[in-house]
């Protein structure tokens, strides 16, 4: 079995531009573009116990949170998942993004039994273009 440990990956012809080929061998794809570009995970207090690229959270209300991202996003056209919920009741939850959305922030509103509610648990997960 081969190893390759490098610190850096760039691109031979463009230097953000490496194609990895499917298991297949049949298609190809952009590395960078399979990348999660910012993901927290925090607590209804806006702890966070894990992030990568989100610089802070911000308590806006009861279940309205919103990730401020690091590096931002090219534009506001990027993917993101999230899920909430509690470790007693994992039924009746729900999310949606809410009223903020930009190159730098997101917001996600958290639902229990249709009322806003501070879960304990808030996992985000964004997909895009990094500018």
């Given at each position: 079995m081969s190893e390759i440990k490098?610190?850096?990956?760039?691109?031979k012809t463009t230097a953000g531009d490496i194609t990895v080929t499917s298991e297949g061998?049949?298609?190809?794809?952009?590395?960078?573009?399979?990348?999660?570009k910012a993901w927290v995970q925090f607590n209804a207090s806006t702890v966070a116990q894990g992030s990568l690229n989100i610089s802070s959270l911000t308590d806006s209300a009861t279940g309205k949170f919103?990730?401020?991202?690091?590096n931002d996003f090219s534009n506001d056209d990027f993917a993101a998942t999230a899920v909430v919920g509690s470790a007693t009741n994992v039924t009746n939850y729900s999310?949606?993004?809410g009223d903020t959305i930009s190159t730098g922030t997101l917001s996600l509103y958290s639902f229990q039994?249709?009322?806003?509610?501070?879960?304990?648990?808030?996992?985000?997960v964004f997909h895009g273009d990094l500018s």
């Amino acid at each position: 079995m081969s190893e390759i440990k490098v610190d850096t990956l760039t691109g031979k012809t463009t230097a953000g531009d490496i194609t990895v080929t499917s298991e297949g061998g049949a298609a190809t794809m952009q590395l960078q573009q399979g990348l999660a570009k910012a993901w927290v995970q925090f607590n209804a207090s806006t702890v966070a116990q894990g992030s990568l690229n989100i610089s802070s959270l911000t308590d806006s209300a009861t279940g309205k949170f919103i990730a401020n991202i690091n590096n931002d996003f090219s534009n506001d056209d990027f993917a993101a998942t999230a899920v909430v919920g509690s470790a007693t009741n994992v039924t009746n939850y729900s999310w949606w993004v809410g009223d903020t959305i930009s190159t730098g922030t997101l917001s996600l509103y958290s639902f229990q039994n249709n009322a806003y509610r501070d879960n304990p648990y808030n996992m985000m997960v964004f997909h895009g273009d990094l500018s």
